[in-house]
């Protein structure tokens, strides 16, 4: 077993970062969703929904950059073209979504396909020791799976 700089091991580093990479890929895909239901959202629940997908997408955005910069701390480098993320794409792609309903569910069918992915990525890296991608994966699932509940309860869906 050969030990990185961080003290994990260099074969188990780069799957996890495989991993990670196809995450971001994942998340970059939602965040244009975001951005997309953000400027097309029409109707009576524009005013509130307009803000909520506006605070997603920051969300987003900044977990995108927290993910490319683990993949860095791993030795890797991260994905960055569109053609990329659309390869390693899951999550699914919003083309012209304006209905309220339509879009809450875009985003919960993502957060589902996200939460997917990450939690793949917690059990391989608490098997590798690596306690910084767990921990984000753990923070992220946290929080996505309350947002999950929340958009639920406003579609009047059952978990």
Known sequence: MTLNSIGLDKKITGELA????????????YYQNLRGVHWNIKG?????LHVKFEE?????NMKVDLIAERILTLG???LHTFDDYIKAGKVPVGHNVSRDEDAVHLIV????ELLKIERRILNKSAEANDEGTNSMMSDFITEQE???WMLKAWLDEPI
């Open 76 to 78: 890797a480098t991260p």
């Open 146 to 148: 309350k947002t999950v």
């Open 109 to 112: 069918n993502s957060l589902s």
């Open 56 to 60: 997603l997408y920051t969300d987003a």
């Open 18 to 29: 495989n991993d990670l990479n196809q995450l971001l890929a994942n998340f970059q895909i």
């Open 44 to 48: 009576k629940r524009f005013f509130d």
